[in-house]
């Protein structure tokens, strides 16, 4: 079976769900409280979609405004970037389009972009529409879904759909030279792993 390696990062607020997205991804599980990011975390998760195997290496960015400045150096390269949103947040959502301005102006040409609207299990708590982020995703051509952490809804999805977008060229042969590339980053981020929760 042939096997992708895919370089993917998380964008967004702090505080609206994207390590508990990685950490459902990758170890299905969930935490009512895990601190926040500092500088960014590191994970890496392979699924199998028909033929095809997607390893994912995924970068959890801060979302702490005092760490956005270490952004590019975590979508530099990227293949796909989740610019994760809170539903019960409108402030969360403005600042997707912020990400999105970033990303069209200094990220790579053919990133894949995925909108995830997550915390969708507090529906009751919704600020933010889900036409009204549909219908901003469809218009820049990003993937769109609504996510929970907590109770693991729509979090493969989001990656199947991601991996399904993957223009051929940008997913990288295992063993690619990228793979040298991110050992070599100058900030040593931290290694994550689930039992570490
Ligand atoms: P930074 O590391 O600061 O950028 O934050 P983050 O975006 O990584 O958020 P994190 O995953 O740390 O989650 C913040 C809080 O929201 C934690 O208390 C989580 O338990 C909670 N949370 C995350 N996802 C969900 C979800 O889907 N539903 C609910 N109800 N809470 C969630």
Same mark, same amino acid.
Request: hydrophobic share 40%; net charge positive; aromatic share 10%.
């Given at each position: 079976?042939?096997?992708?390696?895919?370089?993917?990062? /998380?964008?967004?607020?702090?505080?609206?769900?994207?390590?508990?997205?990685?950490?459902?991804?990758?170890?299905?599980? !969930?935490?009512?409280?895990?601190?926040?990011? @500092?500088?960014?975390?590191?994970?890496?998760?392979?699924?199998?979609?028909?033929?095809?195997?997607?390893?994912? #290496? @995924?970068?959890?960015?801060?979302?702490?405004? +005092?760490?956005?400045?270490?952004?590019?150096?975590?979508?530099?390269?990227?293949?796909? *970037?989740?610019?994760?949103?809170?539903?019960?947040?409108?402030?969360?959502?403005? +600042?997707?389009?912020?990400?999105?301005?970033?990303? #069209? #102006?200094?990220?790579?040409?053919?990133?894949?972009? *995925?909108?995830?609207?997550?915390?969708?299990?507090?529906?009751? /708590?919704?600020?933010?529409?889900?036409?009204?982020?549909?219908?901003? *995703?469809?218009?820049?051509? *990003?993937?769109?879904?609504?996510?929970?952490?907590?109770?693991?809804?729509? @979090?493969?999805?989001?990656?199947?759909?991601?991996?399904?977008?993957?223009?051929?060229?940008?997913?990288?042969? !295992?063993?690619?030279?990228?793979?040298?590339?991110?050992?070599? #980053?100058?900030?040593?981020?931290?290694?994550?792993?689930?039992?570490?929760?």
């Amino acid at each position: 079976m042939a096997m992708r390696e895919v370089k993917l990062c /998380l964008l967004g607020d702090s505080g609206v769900g994207k390590s508990s997205i990685v950490q459902r991804f990758v170890c299905d599980s !969930y935490q009512d409280s895990i601190p926040p990011t @500092i500088g960014a975390s590191f994970m890496s998760k392979t699924i199998s979609v028909g033929e095809k195997s997607f390893k994912f #290496q @995924i970068w959890d960015t801060a979302g702490q405004e +005092k760490y956005r400045g270490l952004a590019p150096m975590y979508y530099r390269g990227a293949a796909a *970037a989740v610019i994760v949103y809170d539903i019960t947040s409108q402030i969360s959502f403005v +600042k997707v389009r912020d990400w999105i301005r970033e990303l #069209q #102006q200094h990220g790579p040409e053919n990133i894949v972009i *995925a909108i995830a609207g997550n915390k969708f299990d507090m529906a009751d /708590l919704r600020e933010v529409e889900t036409r009204t982020a549909m219908d901003y *995703a469809q218009d820049i051509g *990003a993937v769109f879904t609504e996510t929970s952490a907590k109770t693991a809804e729509n @979090i493969k999805d989001l990656f199947l759909k991601i991996s399904e977008r993957l223009p051929a060229e940008s997913v990288l042969p !295992y063993n690619s030279t990228d793979t040298v590339q991110l050992r070599r #980053q100058r900030t040593q981020p931290k290694k994550r792993s689930c039992c570490l929760y």
